[in-house]
């Protein structure tokens, strides 16, 4: 099994950037993927996670209405579309899935917001 994150750099204020999550070993489809950030001196801190309870996607008020995540299960690829982009956003975002009582984890990508 193996999550490999792509598509960070460094982007000024305002833009977007799209993070990608490549799964190997097991079908995206039946799991829940979920995207999380640490940024220097932080706590991690999750920024999208598919709910419990009603199938919707939580996300924390720090990114709600910019960040989005979403999945094509063809290319067992999970996707974190970023958009208006603000310097506290820069950590390194990893993407996990859960599958069954494991919890697998990507190396992580960073993403740097500074003009």
């Known amino acids: 099994v193996q999550l490999v994150e792509s598509g960070g750099g460094l982007v000024q204020p305002g833009e977007s950037l799209r993070l990608s999550c490549t799964v190997s070993g097991f079908s995206i489809s039946t799991f829940p993927m979920t995207w999380t950030r640490q940024a220097p001196g932080k706590e991690r801190e999750v920024v999208a996670a598919?709910?419990?309870?009603?199938?919707?996607?939580y996300y924390p008020e720090s990114v709600k209405g910019r960040f989005t995540m979403y999945r094509d299960k063809a290319k067992n690829t999970g996707y974190l579309q970023m958009n208006d982009l603000k310097p506290e956003d820069t950590a390194v975002y990893y993407c996990s899935m859960d599958r069954y009582a494991d919890t697998y984890w990507g190396k992580g990508t960073l993403v740097t917001v500074s003009s």
């Open positions: 598919p709910s419990k309870f009603d199938g919707s996607t």
